[in-house]
Protein backbone atom coordinates (compact mmCIF):
# COMPACT_ATOMS: atom_id res chain seq x y z
CA UNK A 1 0.00 0.00 0.00
CA UNK A 2 1.23 3.42 -0.56
CA UNK A 3 2.37 5.25 2.52
CA UNK A 4 0.59 8.38 3.78
CA UNK A 5 1.30 10.39 7.07
CA UNK A 6 -2.15 11.51 8.14
CA UNK A 7 -5.31 9.36 7.67
CA UNK A 8 -7.79 11.83 8.35
CA UNK A 9 -8.16 15.78 8.86
CA UNK A 10 -11.69 16.59 11.16
CA UNK A 11 -13.08 19.65 11.96
CA UNK A 12 -13.23 20.49 15.52
CA UNK A 13 -17.15 19.13 15.34
CA UNK A 14 -15.88 15.73 14.45
CA UNK A 15 -16.65 16.03 10.56
CA UNK A 16 -14.53 15.38 8.05
CA UNK A 17 -12.76 17.56 5.97
CA UNK A 18 -10.33 15.03 4.58
CA UNK A 19 -9.59 11.10 4.74
CA UNK A 20 -7.23 9.38 2.79
CA UNK A 21 -7.66 5.90 1.56
CA UNK A 22 -5.56 3.21 0.92
CA UNK A 23 -4.01 2.80 -2.76
CA UNK A 24 -1.90 0.30 -4.20
CA UNK A 25 1.42 1.58 -4.92
CA UNK A 26 4.41 -1.34 -5.92
CA UNK A 27 4.12 -5.16 -6.37
CA UNK A 28 6.77 -6.95 -4.81
CA UNK A 29 6.57 -9.91 -7.04
CA UNK A 30 3.87 -11.90 -8.88
CA UNK A 31 1.34 -14.48 -7.50
CA UNK A 32 3.35 -17.30 -8.91
CA UNK A 33 7.01 -16.61 -7.35
CA UNK A 34 5.13 -15.73 -4.14
CA UNK A 35 3.31 -19.41 -4.02
CA UNK A 36 6.93 -20.61 -4.57
CA UNK A 37 8.27 -19.04 -2.13
CA UNK A 38 5.36 -19.88 0.46
CA UNK A 39 5.80 -23.48 -0.44
CA UNK A 40 9.25 -23.22 0.35
CA UNK A 41 8.93 -21.82 3.66
CA UNK A 42 5.61 -24.34 4.54
CA UNK A 43 8.24 -26.99 3.37
CA UNK A 44 11.21 -25.53 5.59
CA UNK A 45 8.63 -25.70 8.93
CA UNK A 46 7.28 -29.49 8.03
CA UNK A 47 10.88 -30.79 7.01
CA UNK A 48 13.78 -28.37 7.08
CA UNK A 49 15.61 -25.94 9.52
CA UNK A 50 12.10 -24.15 10.85
CA UNK A 51 11.05 -27.47 11.97
CA UNK A 52 10.50 -26.01 15.62
CA UNK A 53 7.97 -23.75 14.67
CA UNK A 54 5.36 -26.41 13.29
CA UNK A 55 2.23 -26.17 15.60
CA UNK A 56 -0.20 -29.52 15.48
CA UNK A 57 -3.17 -28.92 13.70
CA UNK A 58 -2.14 -25.48 11.58
CA UNK A 59 0.07 -24.95 8.20
CA UNK A 60 2.98 -22.78 9.62
CA UNK A 61 5.42 -21.04 6.94
CA UNK A 62 8.81 -19.86 8.63
CA UNK A 63 12.14 -19.71 7.35
CA UNK A 64 15.43 -20.04 9.56
CA UNK A 65 18.46 -17.81 8.71
CA UNK A 66 21.92 -16.81 10.76
CA UNK A 67 24.00 -13.23 10.09
CA UNK A 68 27.75 -12.87 10.97
CA UNK A 69 28.50 -10.00 12.69
CA UNK A 70 31.80 -8.55 13.79
CA UNK A 71 32.00 -4.84 14.94
CA UNK A 72 35.50 -3.06 15.42
CA UNK A 73 35.77 -3.64 19.17
CA UNK A 74 35.19 -7.48 19.04
CA UNK A 75 37.45 -9.84 17.51
CA UNK A 76 35.49 -13.43 17.36
CA UNK A 77 32.73 -13.48 15.10
CA UNK A 78 29.09 -14.28 16.60
CA UNK A 79 26.49 -14.95 14.44
CA UNK A 80 22.58 -13.55 14.91
CA UNK A 81 20.02 -16.30 14.35
CA UNK A 82 16.69 -15.12 12.92
CA UNK A 83 13.39 -16.73 12.10
CA UNK A 84 9.89 -15.52 10.15
CA UNK A 85 6.89 -16.76 9.89
CA UNK A 86 3.60 -16.84 9.70
CA UNK A 87 0.31 -18.74 9.97
CA UNK A 88 -1.80 -20.70 8.78
CA UNK A 89 -0.13 -20.83 5.40
CA UNK A 90 -2.47 -20.41 3.28
CA UNK A 91 -4.15 -17.25 4.68
CA UNK A 92 -1.95 -16.01 7.13
CA UNK A 93 -3.06 -14.13 10.10
CA UNK A 94 -0.26 -13.85 12.38
CA UNK A 95 2.85 -13.56 11.76
CA UNK A 96 6.10 -13.66 13.82
CA UNK A 97 9.98 -12.29 13.65
CA UNK A 98 12.57 -13.43 15.68
CA UNK A 99 16.38 -12.31 16.07
CA UNK A 100 18.76 -13.97 18.80
CA UNK A 101 22.09 -12.01 18.75
CA UNK A 102 25.44 -12.88 19.31
CA UNK A 103 24.71 -17.10 19.57
CA UNK A 104 27.03 -19.91 19.79
CA UNK A 105 26.82 -22.27 17.24
CA UNK A 106 23.72 -22.20 14.49
CA UNK A 107 20.53 -20.35 14.30
CA UNK A 108 18.10 -23.43 14.68
Keep these: MKPFL ?3 IRKPDG ?3 K ?4 TPWLTATTPQVAEQIAQGMTAAVNW ?4 SASIRGIEVAGK ?3 AEIQSATET ?4 HAWFIGCAPAKD ?5 AVI ?7 GY
Excluded: F, M
Design 6 to 8: VKE
Design 15 to 17: SPV
Design 19 to 22: ITES
Design 48 to 51: GTAS
Design 64 to 66: TGT
Design 76 to 79: AVLP
Design 92 to 96: PQRAV
Design 100 to 106: VERIQGT
